[in-house]
């Protein structure tokens, strides 16, 4: 939820300072990057070169940057520009009384100034200084202008002393910042259903009949969905393919029948679903409880009709937005808008073999998009990942906020 996110860390001088080594780690691994301001007394208390290391970045202190041979200037206001969210942690009762006045003598005040983004604060100090009152005015002015504060938590103090005061846990001002950043994501409190992969459907306990999908495209929807702040349940057939986001929970399924099951369990309460997976139409009607044998001459498979999955939760959607996809080789547009009306769908993805580098197997795709009232829309062909963002962009243009 972090990731390509710019976040500005400004570190004051407080003993928790040591903590945000740890917070620095935790926020490049969750594919922040991260640049640093520090004051004065917080390099007292934690290395710059330990956290330039980590963030990847030159620490700032100075107004000016003096080398051996030149001076510069370290520019508050790109910093403040440049960044998504700026976090303050550990603010000290000083920089938030001098935040809270509009005070600017070192460096991190002034990019504090000058930034546009959110900004959070992280308190940390002594529980009596926590609790004076003009430490908690502070804290309800610089909320007044907007910025978040992240409380202190309540514990071992290092002044020996125990209660509210500890600098809040590194993984819990990750999980604020992701926190705040979702709510403020166009998927935020949706529900979303995605079926993709191939089924397998069983001829006996080792053979099976399937197809060549790999699961790609339903993968990159769903994990765009969960980066738009979407509750994703990933209905897959079998495939190689891994989803780790924390909002995709994955039900693994093999046959139609089992992915049927899946999906009518979580339809009723989803807002919005799409139909990525290539689903086997028929499967045999009798399944060998046996290995089966190989004998003289042909054999022949009777299969019967599997269950349209999707056809099925048209016939039952009440405010779902459902979307289908087409695989055509001729005829498509008209095919596809068939589909469309018999399914009823309020969208369908088109994709033809016809076109080079679309459909199965490869990482692009090549799609048209068509609505219920018939709008169409031509992509590029373009990565599996860009497909996605292109399909949800033309989602969240018809589906109320
Ligand atoms: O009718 P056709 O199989 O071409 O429709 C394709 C769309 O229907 C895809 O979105 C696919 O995931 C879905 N489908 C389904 N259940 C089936 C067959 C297709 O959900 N049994």
Redesign the pocket.
């Given at each position: 939820m972090l990731r390509g996110k710019k976040i500005l860390l400004g570190i004051t001088g407080g003993i928790a300072a040591y903590k945000t080594t740890f917070l620095t780690r935790l926020l490049i691994k969750a594919g922040a990057q991260v640049k640093i301001v520090l004051t004065e007394s917080a390099a007292a208390f934690v290395s710059p070169l330990t956290l330039s290391t980590l963030s990847q970045n030159p620490v700032l202190m100075d107004f000016v940057k003096e080398d051996d041979d030149s001076i510069s200037w370290n520019n508050h206001v790109d910093l403040g520009l440049w960044a998504d969210l700026m976090v303050i942690a550990p603010a000290t009762a000083n920089t938030l009384s001098k935040m809270a006045n509009g005070t600017c003598d070192n460096l991190l005040l002034a990019v504090y100034l000058s930034a546009k983004c959110p900004v959070y604060f992280a308190p940390a100090m002594d529980l009596d200084m926590y609790r004076h009152p003009s430490t908690t005015e502070s804290f309800e002015k610089l909320q007044s202008f907007g910025n978040v504060m992240i409380p202190a938590e309540s514990g071992e103090l290092a002044s020996g002393l125990s209660g509210l005061g500890r600098l809040a846990e590194p993984e819990n001002i990750v999980k604020i910042l992701e926190y705040n950043l979702l709510k403020k994501s166009p998927l935020h409190g949706k529900k979303v259903l995605i079926?993709a992969g191939p089924t397998h459907e069983a001829l006996d306990p080792v053979r099976f009949l399937g197809n060549r999908a790999t699961g790609t495209m339903g993968f990159e929807l769903a994990k765009t969905a969960a980066n738009l702040g979407a509750e994703v349940t990933l209905v897959s057939g079998p495939s190689q393919l891994s989803a780790t986001h924390p909002n995709i929970n994955r039900i693994d399924v093999t046959s139609?029948q089992d992915m049927y099951e899946a999906c009518h369990a979580h339809f009723e309460t989803s807002d919005i679903m799409i139909?990525?997976?290539?689903?086997?139409?028929y499967r045999p009607k009798n399944v060998s409880e046996q290995k089966m044998k190989k004998k003289e001459g042909d054999l022949t498979l009777v299969l019967e009709r599997?269950?349209?999955?999707?056809?099925s939760l048209g016939e039952i959607k009440k405010k779902q937005f459902l979307v289908?996809?087409?695989?055509e080789t001729e005829n498509e547009l008209e095919n596809a808008k068939g589909?469309l009306q018999r399914?009823n769908l309020d969208a369908i993805v088109l994709n033809t073999l016809n076109d080079k580098g679309a459909g199965f197997g490869g990482n692009t795709n090549k799609i048209t998009f068509i609505d219920k009232n018939s709008t169409i829309k031509t992509f590029a062909l373009k990565t599996k990942p860009e497909v996605a963002s292109d399909i949800w962009s033309e989602i969240l243009l018809r589906i109320d906020g």
């Open positions: 079926t139609a139909a990525a997976a290539a689903v086997a139409d599997n269950p349209d999955i999707l056809k289908g996809f087409a695989l589909k399914k």
